[in-house]
């Protein structure tokens, strides 16, 4: 049995979930920053820990989180509903390839995913852990046209990936003409390679703000920059 994560201000209980709690969705979800969001769309909710960290931040935002995995879609919707924000947070368990083409005209000030990324990799034994991680059940190109088609004019489309697949989906997002506006190049340590890319992504074209970060000192704690990104969520 795996014991409630707490934060400052929700307790992630993640005892069904496919995937526990990893470093990428805190990352993204305490980098983010923006205007106050009204509605965002989280894509593979897993624990709905981003869905928790923005409706926390942003205090006017409704977040539609979808999630195919049942048994995460339990310990979601568990978080859901014992946090401060559960009349703005709700979870549909379902593909989001066939949730898209049922709401085909929902459009979103902010769509957020932590997406599938292993695609040539021996796949997980585990069938759910499979589904979580790999592009089999949701590809890039799937992600650049479900930004294309629910991302409003004046929306960010903001994602986490390894570097690779990073690049490789914001050729995708170029070709729907969808352009970056900012991106943070991420490395476990400060001399260490970087391990992930975070963009936030738009339909108008602007100056693309770049960042370069580290996650942790050589002892192991948390960075200056970690710290301060998170401050409003980890308790120490």
Not at 48 to 66: E, P, S, Y
Not at 113 to 125: E, G, R, T
Request: hydrophobic fraction near 40%; include cysteine.
């Amino acid at each position: 049995m795996s014991a409630p994560f707490e934060f400052k201000q929700f307790r992630l209980s993640q005892e069904k979930s496919a995937f526990k709690l990893g470093t990428d969705s805190v990352v993204l979800g305490s980098w983010l920053q923006g205007t106050n969001f009204q509605r965002v769309l989280d894509i593979g909710a897993g624990t709905g820990i981003l869905g928790l960290m923005l409706a926390q931040r942003f205090i006017d935002c409704f977040v539609t989180a979808i999630e195919l995995d049942n048994e995460s879609v339990e310990d979601c919707v568990h978080n859901f509903e014992n946090c401060a924000w559960s009349n703005r947070l709700d979870v549909i368990n379902k593909n989001i390839l066939e949730w898209s083409k049922e709401n085909e005209d929902r459009k979103f000030d902010l769509i957020v995913s932590n997406p599938p990324y292993f695609v040539d990799s021996l796949k997980n034994p585990d069938e759910r852990k499979s589904a979580a991680r790999h592009t089999h059940s949701l590809g890039l190109d799937d992600l650049a046209g479900i930004a294309k088609n629910h991302l409003d004019e004046n929306g960010l489309f903001c994602f986490i990936l390894p570097v690779i697949q990073f690049d490789e989906l914001t050729k995708m997002l170029d070709a729907e003409k969808i352009y970056p506006h900012s991106i943070c190049t991420v490395s476990s340590y400060e001399k260490s390679m970087a391990i992930r890319k975070m963009g936030c992504f738009g339909f108008r074209k602007k100056e693309i703000l770049m960042e370069t970060h580290f996650l942790y000192n050589d002892d192991k704690t948390r960075s200056d920059w970690y710290k301060w990104i998170a401050a409003d969520f980890y308790i120490k």
